[in-house]
């Protein structure tokens, strides 16, 4: 089985040790092992890890000692801490040294896979965030979003626009599309450009743990919270703040964060006396809001105030002029980084294949496409066979269509059986449901128009499991 990413276990129980090496080994994961807390500090100075399982207590340093000297190491580091002791103080101790999650002994073999796959999943979307990072820092104004087409030139208006005003703006777009760029070039371009641009995404923080982010706690306000602590939109104050994946709050917070938007101040835990922040406010998601609103997972109300100012990006495959410069930035860029010398003139054939394919993935799969293609790259040209094959061949890459293999089955005269068809169509549909939300069972829901709760039903009557 291909290796789909790397786990160190660090525990002191040769027992404990052996049954997660042979679960993750079993999952496809690479399993390095370590019995004491300095065994697991020197292993991920040698070689970081995708994720790390860590003990709490352990002889000599212990777990929360270990994961700070490991955070020390890689300020991205996913650490999982397992306890035979997990308590609320347990959790908040190792979130606040920047743990990524808590799992308490004994433990579902399903919790450890599900998590570690988690973990993955997050290294891989900081890696992304990373590499637009590298390019933000090169290019942060509007330059750095490439865009001939006259509806981005519409929305570099816009931006123009808009940046100067303190109004909230709401982003709206595929994944892949550029959200977080338009965030930056407003803040950028705007009077606040050199006060703090505080991102939040809070997909990557755990819901109970969500408001103390954002608003901030008092010493005492909780089990756990030993120090006072500065939430987000207090660092932000002066500048921007951009939520992220805003579709995603959970209903409790978006009360509080329209008190924010309505009020301009925020009450932190275990406080009693508000405080005000000025604070400009961009939010992004990629998900239809307004359907959400229709079904009650979002507040109709917070959703006008965070619309006052819309920008909708269009996916890649409707601004096709702009896969060709998009594409020569890209190899510029790649060049750079990877000492290659890769010519940013393509050919016809290259050019009509990049044009024509659909781009799921939006830029965000271009810039991994032509990243590839420079590094593999036989000389100074970017021949078709440095391309996917996804993209050579679109054919091969059409999904599969379960009903109409049916139907093309009667066409011939050969009977089916219609309830196994029915019962693979929805399987299928659920599966690229739960691709396409990163296993997010919620807005996979949303995405195919049912109840959370019946969409849980039917993956576990029809055992499907989400493996990135």
Known sequence: MAKKGSVLVVDDEEVMRDVLETLLSAEGYRVDLAKTGEEGVEAYAHRPYDVVL??????????LRALEEILKLDADA??????AYATFDTAIAAWERG??????????????TQTVAAGVRRRRKEEERQALRRAMSREVDR?????????MQAIFRLVDQVAPARSTVLIMGESGTGKELIAKAIHEQSPRASKPFVIVNS?????????????????GAFTGAITAKKGLFEVADGGTIFLDEIGDLPFETQAKLLRVIQEREFTPLGDTTPRRVDVRIIAATNIDLREAVRQGHFREDLYYRLAVVPIELPPLRDRREDILPLAQHFIRKFNAENGRHVSD???????????NYSWPGNVRELENVIERAVVIAPGQELTVECLPQEIRDPQRALQRAPISNAAAALDVGRGINFYDEVRRFEMDLIRRALEQT?????????????????????IKAYNLQYRP
């Open 54 to 63: 860590l003990d709490v207590s352990m002889p000599g340093m212990g777990g």
């Open 78 to 83: 996913v650490v999982v801490m397992i306890t």
């Open 438 to 458: 990163g296993g997010h069972q919620s807005r996979a829901a949303r995405l195919l128009g049912m109840n959370a709760t019946t969409l849980n039903s039917k």
């Open 345 to 355: 003139q393509l050919s016809p054939e290259v050019l009509a294949l990049l044009e």
């Open 203 to 219: 997909l990557n923080i755990p819901s109970e743990l969500l408001e103390s982010e954002l608003f901030g706690h008092t010493k």
């Open 99 to 112: 743990a990524f999650g808590c799992i308490r002994k004994p433990f579902q073999n399903e919790q450890i």
């Open 143 to 151: 330059g750095a979003i490439i865009g001939r087409s006259e509806a």
